[in-house]
């Protein structure tokens, strides 16, 4: 059974840094790109980044660009989100995915729609991890 882990998530003031990480079980990162998603109370789940199966390529929302840097090491089966200067409005339970799809070569790829992830793309979520920003 596939299944991924989140872990690191936490209570950081502003301006701080935490790195998620995002753990996998049962399969191998390998051949899989890894989405980060996050829900805030009462919102909807949005993407925040993604990493293709063997890190050549990476993808930001406009709100964590230049903030948050994803990883990858396949050698552990564990994906990573470093966020740096965190503001309260990061604030959000944080999800990580494995992208779905029939074909291997779509499965290695982030697939951006209209300018974002599509939560329809990925499957085997975690569980979460709490990330509160807050003095």
């Known amino acids: 059974q596939l299944q991924l882990v989140e872990s690191g998530g936490g209570l950081v003031q502003p301006g701080g840094s935490l790195t998620l990480s995002c753990a996998a079980s049962?399969?191998?990162?390998?051949?899989?790109?890894i989405g980060w998603f996050r829900q805030a109370p009462g919102k909807e789940r949005e993407g925040v980044s993604c990493i293709s199966s063997r890190g050549g390529s990476t993808n930001y929302a406009d709100s964590v660009k230049g903030r948050f840097t994803i990883s990858r090491d396949n050698a552990k089966n564990t994906v990573y989100l470093q966020m740096n200067s965190l503001k309260p409005e990061d604030t959000a339970v944080y999800y990580c995915a494995a992208r779905t799809g029939v074909f291997t070569s779509v499965r290695e790829m982030c697939t951006i729609r209209q300018g974002a992830l599509y939560r329809g793309d990925f499957g085997s979520w975690g569980q979460g991890t709490q990330v509160t920003v807050s003095s």
């Open positions: 049962g399969f191998t990162l390998d051949y899989y790109a």
